[in-house]
């Protein structure tokens, strides 16, 4: 079980307090490491620092705005500064702000708010941290994509319900995945790795939003183990690519999908 084990090493979550943020930072302490909690909205960030600091584990809040590149770059010195290193990035942030468009009504300024930070943004932190790890000889980056980076979206799913699947998301989440390959590839020699969680429907997030029932049930039954990700599924998951228990395994995009995709 030592293989699993963090101990020592700083991660950087980004959107680390968020829905699967929360689950993510939490995984990575429970493991031993300092986790860094980072996002636009610092007094969240801070907040759920203290909650795990409550639990004797090791966490700081920070802010930074991924669609800024002066924030990207402050953040990471700020962790440099401190800590001296960055050893895991997990990339989880993402934006809305673009809306959840279909192709036929998405404005040029849509998809350049969506792309400032879901693309740009996305690329530019990672390559800033990517440059520390450089420096400490070593690292690992697991980007948080969707199962909509693995399949086209199933619109049918929907029902006759007013929702859809934007697609900005669809194009960046696929983005992710290659991302991801591009970066196992091209620094694997580095000591580098670099892999992928494409997670299906979120529970919490399901219920919290009050989604609609027909999509819900449409969702399940679609979904071979019959129901939703819940608040823990993603923490081994997590772990297992953060750790030396994955040292072999780079460029994979792990499914974390109840088998939705298998069919």
């Given at each position: 079980m030592e293989m699993f084990r963090l101990d020592g090493k700083i991660a950087l979550v980004t959107g680390g307090a968020g829905m699967y943020g929360k689950p993510i930072s939490l995984s990575l302490a429970e493991a031993g490491a300092t986790v860094i909690i980072a996002s636009r909205d610092e007094d969240k960030c801070k907040v759920y620092a203290a909650e795990l600091k409550k639990k004797n584990l090791k966490a700081e809040g920070f802010f930074y705005d991924q669609g800024d590149d002066s924030s990207i770059d402050n953040l990471i010195d700020n962790i440099v500064k401190k800590h001296k290193r960055i050893d895991v990035l997990v990339n989880n942030t993402v934006t809305w702000e673009g809306g959840k468009k279909n192709l036929d009504d998405i404005s040029k300024s849509d998809l350049e708010k969506s792309q400032l930070v879901n693309y740009t943004g996305l690329i530019l932190l990672t390559q800033g941290v990517i440059k520390v790890m450089l420096k400490n000889k070593g690292g690992n980056v697991i980007n948080i994509s969707s199962i909509q980076g693995t399949v086209g979206p199933n619109f049918g799913v929907y029902g006759k319900t007013d929702m859809s699947s934007g697609v900005t998301y669809t194009f960046e989440k696929w983005g992710m995945v290659g991302l991801t390959k591009w970066i196992a590839n091209y620094y694997g020699t580095q000591n580098i790795r670099a892999n992928c969680i494409s997670p299906g429907g979120y529970g919490p997030g399901i219920r919290?939003?009050?989604?609609?029932?027909?999509?819900?049930?449409?969702?399940?039954?679609?979904?071979?183990?019959?129901?939703?990700?819940?608040?823990?599924?993603?923490?081994?998951?997590?772990?297992?690519?953060?750790?030396?228990?994955s040292s072999y395994i780079t460029g994979h995009n792990l499914l974390l999908d109840g088998g939705w995709t298998s069919w």
């Open positions: 919290e939003a009050n989604l609609k029932d027909e999509f819900v049930s449409n969702y399940k039954r679609l979904t071979p183990l019959g129901r939703f990700a819940e608040h823990d599924d993603i923490k081994g998951p997590v772990v297992f690519l953060a750790s030396e228990a």
